[in-house]
């Protein structure tokens, strides 16, 4: 089951609603911040916790048991790719959404399924974040392969 009980008050009664608990893997602590805010903004999910590289996303994957990992392809110790798969192996009722500062291609995509994610985001499009965890944690996939470039040669 996704989530944690959550208690709320709604017209005086008290009510339990679940919310799907989601760790945040990225070696910049700016973009880590960046995500929590928006995440938290929403009220949907609970952040329960950061890692600061692939290992450490493992680790902490472990030790919260998360129901989704957000995760950024290029970290030091072990990329999101290797984390991804090593959660994926360890724990497989995890849910991952690769993100990513280079392009999202067809290449990529490939590589992210083979690692065990269900999705995969260019920071770019962040503003996608949020489309794209309601719809891994409904047990879909969120593919968004990057626009084509538009320079010329």
């Known amino acids: 089951m996704i989530g944690v ?8 009664k008290r009510k339990n609603r679940m919310r799907p608990r989601i760790l945040i893997a990225d070696d910049d602590a700016v ?18 916790g950061e890692a600061v590289d692939g290992a450490d ?12 990992v957000v995760l950024d ?13 090593e959660i994926s192996k360890r724990f497989p009722q995890i849910h991952m959404l690769l993100l990513t500062l ?17 999705g995969a985001l260019s920071k770019a499009m962040s503003m996608q974040l949020a489309t794209g965890i309601k719809t891994i944690l409904s047990e879909e996939q ?5 626009p084509p470039s538009n320079t010329v040669r």
Do not use: C, Y
């Not at 009980?5 to 005086?12: F, L």
């Not at 938290?40 to 329960?48: F, L, P, Y």
């Not at 392809?73 to 290797?82: A, E, K, N, V």
């Not at 969120?142 to 990057?146: D, E, G, H």
């Open 5 to 12: 009980t959550a208690m709320t008050e709604a017209g005086g």
């Open 31 to 48: 973009i880590r911040k960046m995500i929590r805010k928006l995440l938290e903004q929403s009220g949907e999910w609970q952040v329960i």
């Open 102 to 118: 280079h392009e999202i291609t067809p290449q990529l995509v490939n590589a992210a399924t083979r690692a065990g994610f269900q």
């Open 57 to 68: 996303a493992v680790a902490k994957s472990e030790e919260l048991a998360p129901d989704l």
């Open 142 to 146: 969120f593919f968004r392969l990057s």
């Open 73 to 85: 392809l290029t970290m030091p110790h072990m990329s999101g790719l290797d984390a991804g798969s």
